[in-house]
């Protein structure tokens, strides 16, 4: 269902496309509390990915659901309206999203996509980037003490 009003979905809009999300200060804070550090948007690598992690060949994206079309997920809807605009545009995003990720690791990188639904929950986004990345030496907090 198409539900959202138009005045949301421009906000809605606005939201996914612009860089500083609120998903993805969600990420790069928590990665901060866990005490990994990182440098942000590198102009010279394919797709200017968000977060870079130098010491861990790594690179963490943070994907709107709509915008980069998660599978399955409830943000992921079908908009009603000028279908074909929006098969097209989500086709192009995808195609950009897999042939980036793909430099990318063709470059050494390792890459975890993180989703924006993902950014609701600390708990199980924190066991999400421990699967990925390797704990850091310094002590970080107890995932526990995080507000979620
Ligand atoms: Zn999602």
């Keep these: 269902m198409d539900h959202l009003t138009p005045s949301n979905r421009s906000w ?3 939201r996914i496309c612009s ?43 943070v994907h709107g659901c709509f915008w980069h079309r998660h599978k399955n997920c409830k943000y992921s809807y ?26 990318l690791k063709s470059l050494g990188w390792r890459v975890l996509v993180i989703w924006e639904c993902e950014t609701k929950n600390i708990k ?10 390797p704990k850091p030496h310094k002590t970080f907090p107890d995932i526990y003490q995080l507000t979620s």
């Design 12 to 14: 809605n809009m606005g």
């Design 19 to 61: 860089k500083n999300t609120k998903p993805e200060k969600i990420v790069r804070s928590l990665l901060h509390k866990l005490g990994y550090r990182f440098r942000l948007y590198r102009k010279d690598l394919p797709g200017k990915p968000d977060i870079i992690l130098p010491k861990y060949s790594s690179i963490v994206m």
């Design 78 to 103: 079908e908009p009603k309206s000028k279908v074909e605009f929006w098969k097209n545009k989500f086709k192009t995003n995808t195609i950009r999203d897999k042939k980036v990720i793909g430099e």
């Design 124 to 133: 199980s986004l924190s066991n999400i980037i421990f699967k990925f990345l």
